[in-house]
């Protein structure tokens, strides 16, 4: 069976510094890992995806996240926070079956203070 | 382009009441079709997928059932409402032939019940 673990459910940070939310997924096969961002009553919106390319994949707003598979993670990061950061993050694990159902995380809350 | 509508935005229903949660996926065809609940300060839990038209799967035993009476069409029903069917409702569809399966979600229906 398919996990996947966020490590911090709140991550407070100040405006202009960097951002690190963590990620790991337990998998039996490769998996695809997408992050995706949302805003308070809103749906999900895509960040960045790893599909077996390259392992350091860009994403939208200046994130980024790096594949480890020694280490079963997808950490989410961003050099510096803006205060439009601030939402709810979540990683998810999907596999390449029939219907490709996903696994999200709990979600980490993001806060931006000025 | 591709895009999705849910309705309605926000519903208030009392126990016991019936429900419908429609989703509509334009610009595409044979979607996959996913429907999700997140609960306030949850992650997102699958309820329901479609590959095709009356094809439904269910994740979890509940209150809820599900229908996909046209190709980009899918409808969240309930006969009765409970307390615990309150949340945040989220459509979201893919693409069938990929190996990998990014999901795009709709703006989501606010469901309260009394």
């Known amino acids: 069976a398919q996990s996947v673990t966020q490590l911090d459910s709140h991550v407070s940070v100040s405006e202009g510094t960097p951002v690190l939310l963590r990620c790991n997924y337990s998998s039996s096969y490769s998996p695809s890992l997408f992050w995706y961002v949302q805003h308070p009553n809103k749906g999900l919106q895509l960040l960045l995806k790893y599909t077996s390319a390259a392992t350091l994949v860009k994403g939208i707003n200046g994130f980024e996240a790096e594949f480890k598979k020694s280490e079963t993670s997808f950490h989410l990061t961003k050099p510096s926070a803006h205060m439009s950061d601030a939402a709810e993050y979540f990683c998810?694990?999907?596999?390449?079956?029939?219907?490709?159902?996903?696994?999200f995380g709990d979600g980490t809350t993001l806060t931006v203070k000025p | 382009s591709q895009t999705i509508h849910q309705w309605p935005a926000t519903l208030v229903q009392p126990v016991g009441s019936p429900l419908s949660l429609e989703c509509t996926v334009e610009g595409t065809s044979n979607p996959n079709l996913y429907w999700y609940r997140q609960a306030a300060g949850r992650g997102l839990q699958l309820l329901f997928y479609s590959v095709g038209i009356g094809q439904i799967s269910s994740e979890v035993p509940q209150n809820l059932s599900a229908s996909r009476p046209q190709d980009r069409q899918f409808i969240l029903s309930s006969k009765k409402l409970l307390l615990s069917d309150s949340g945040f409702y989220l459509c979201?569809?893919?693409?069938?032939?990929?190996?990998?399966?990014?999901?795009?979600f709709g703006p989501g229906t606010r469901l309260t019940v009394l």
């Open positions: 998810v694990v999907t596999f390449n079956t029939n219907a490709g159902k996903s696994t």
């Open positions: 979201a569809w893919s693409v069938s032939d990929r190996a990998y399966n990014e999901q795009f």
